[in-house]
């Protein structure tokens, strides 16, 4: 039974790590799961305290990233046209998979700052900001699915360990 559980737990890491790069997929959060499936087996030694900080930490990475975009339109001179561009983009972007959601904010803030009647440059600068601050988003997920895969990995190593005792 431990082994199932480890492969499943092992799946839900390999597509925590998947959804860090394909927008689709809600990698940290899934991350998580196979973080609970190892916990599930009887060689585990993750605490509740543990277990509470990264299911906060997979929501809060979450949540960032899909605020980030609209920080880094911000950050590169954007206005509230951008910001808010930036968004919809990214809400319309969810509808066309991963490269909408890649492209969604960029677009999104591109043409809300057109709209709000910036020049072209400074709204490529905006729209430079929104795709950074997703780029930014990206990278805070994979620290974080990656470090749980870490922990995943650790408990993995005893648990053959313990097999080979």
Known sequence: M???LIVI?????????????????????????????MHWTKFTSFSSNFLIL?????????????????????????????????M???LFGLFLGPIGIIAGPFVGALIGELIGGRNSNDALKAA???????????????????????????????FINQLLS
């Open 2 to 4: 431990d082994l199932l």
């Open 9 to 37: 737990g092992l799946i839900f890491i390999i597509l925590g790590i998947a959804g860090c790069i394909l927008p689709v997929i809600p990698g940290p959060p899934l991350a998580y799961i196979g973080l609970l499936f």
């Open 54 to 86: 990264w299911a906060l930490i997979a929501i809060a990475v979450t949540v960032l990233d899909y605020i980030v975009p609209v920080w880094g339109t911000k950050k590169f001179g954007g206005t509230k046209y951008g910001t808010w561009g930036s």
């Open 88 to 90: 919809v983009g990214l």
């Open 128 to 158: 430079a900001g929104s795709f950074i601050g997703f780029l930014l988003g990206s990278g805070i997920k994979l620290i974080a699915s990656g470090m749980m895969a870490y922990y995943f990995s650790k408990e993995t190593f005893y």
